[in-house]
């Protein structure tokens, strides 16, 4: 999945730019600066989040409790096993341009000591958010496939490993409930998810449940 969320977005970037991606094999530090503040704010637009300090900008404060950021979506953007980093500030700088003329539209004056997305309030930024979903967007399949890491950031963790992520109490497995594995470290559950076994075991069946 990994592979093809990557070539959906090296599709929508000049060929200088897939070359460094394909070249990529490390995670970047985009957690600060600009690049960082706006993928920051693009994130908890989707996932909203409390902020984590005062004056935390880049957090609008919309909700209480802990959103797509502190699950790690930018740990999950520029994981090595999703080699984006090269991209990620053309996309941020990209969304800020976006804001900019969202802003003029509407007789916003933005500051000028932060980036122009992390500038709207979080009214304006679900606004401008909404349309970057709209059909007739040009870069609709970049926000989708956005949209999609920050899910997999809050709901599962992708960017580590399960046990060590649920050790860590991560926000987002613990809101979803995720129960801990059993005492050896594996997930095996009693019950039937359909409430009846659906079938019977096959006969030929490893003591793993593996097809032999």
């Known amino acids: 999945m990994a592979a093809t969320v990557a070539a959906l977005f090296i599709g929508q970037f000049p ?27 693009l994130a908890d637009t989707l996932i909203p989040g409390e902020r984590r300090f005062a004056g935390d900008l880049a957090l609008a404060g919309a909700v209480t409790g ?18 984006l980093a090269p991209l990620l500030p053309e996309i941020a700088a990209l969304l800020n341009a976006r804001a900019v003329t969202y802003a003029a539209a509407h007789f916003i004056l933005l500051p000028i000591t932060v980036p122009s997305f992390v500038g709207l309030s ?18 609709r399949a970049i926000w989708q496939m956005f949209s999609l890491l920050t899910g997999l950031a809050f709901d599962t963790a992708a960017h ?27 997930w095996r559950f009693s019950d039937y998810s359909y409430g009846a076994a659906l079938a019977a075991t096959h006969p ?7 097809p032999a």
């Not at 200088?16 to 993928?39: F, H, R």
């Not at 802990?66 to 080699?83: F, M």
């Not at 979080?122 to 870069?139: A, E, N, S, Y």
């Open 122 to 139: 979080f009214h304006h930024r679900t606004t401008l958010v909404q349309g970057l979903f709209g059909l007739d967007d040009p870069d």
């Open 160 to 186: 580590l490993d399960t046990r060590q992520a649920l050790a860590a109490g991560h926000p987002g497995l613990a809101w979803l409930g995720w129960l801990p594995p059993n005492a050896d470290g594996l």
């Open 15 to 41: 060929t200088t730019t897939s070359e460094a991606l394909a070249s990529a094999n490390k995670t970047t530090d985009v957690g600060a600066g600009w690049t960082g503040q706006t993928l920051e704010a």
């Open 66 to 83: 802990p959103g797509a950021v502190q699950a790690g979506v930018i740990a999950t953007l520029s994981s090595p096993e999703l080699p």
């Open 204 to 210: 030929a069946t490893t003591a793993s449940g593996s």
